[in-house]
């Protein structure tokens, strides 16, 4: 275990290697979107509308027509930028949660894409839906493009889990 968080609750080592790894895997997702919008043209996601869904929940307001023409909620863009980047942390929590800190130690790539490509339900099943888009990107006008642009996504997030673990590791046993 490493020196510095061996005092710490197993509990607490969870949440700092998940940070460090869900930080760095959702940043390399974010690199994967600039790169798609330099390369092929294609926007990546606005999480200002994620900020702006999540305002309106404090109205109880869950589903949206379209979330484009709600509201503007103050601070959407940031609120909707932090709430990805906590989700990436929280996917990497469940990660070492299944697979335990022996796997952040020394992490191996099968489980980080199982949980990367497990993750694409989240906007499949919840946030496409609540935005308006309908369940997997049904009402948008290239369903199967959006759902391909989600599983990529989701895939380099995955690609984002192991590679970061991998670096924290090789950082903390430097």
């Known amino acids: 275990m490493e020196p510095w968080i061996k005092p710490m609750s197993e509990k607490l080592n969870i949440l700092v290697h998940a940070v460090a790894i869900g930080t760095g895997a959702t940043a390399l997702m974010d690199i994967w979107g600039l790169l798609q919008k330099r390369v092929f043209g294609v926007s990546p996601p606005d999480y200002a509308m994620v900020g702006r869904w999540l305002g309106h929940l404090g109205y109880g307001r869950f589903r949206h027509a379209a979330i484009a ?85 989701h895939l380099a997030f995955g690609i984002g889990l192991y590679l970061a673990a991998l670096g924290w590791s090789l950082l903390l046993h430097a």
């Open 69 to 153: 023409v709600a509201p503007p909620v103050a601070g959407e863009r940031i609120l909707g930028w932090a709430a990805h980047y906590a989700t990436g942390v929280a996917f990497a929590a469940l990660l070492l949660v299944l697979w335990g800190l022996d796997w952040a130690r020394d992490p191996s790539p099968g489980p980080a894409l199982a949980i990367g490509l497990a993750t694409v339900a989240a906007p499949f099943l919840i946030l496409q839906p609540a935005l308006g888009a309908g369940i997997a990107a049904s009402r948008t006008p290239r369903p199967n493009a959006a759902r391909l642009r989600s599983v990529v996504a």
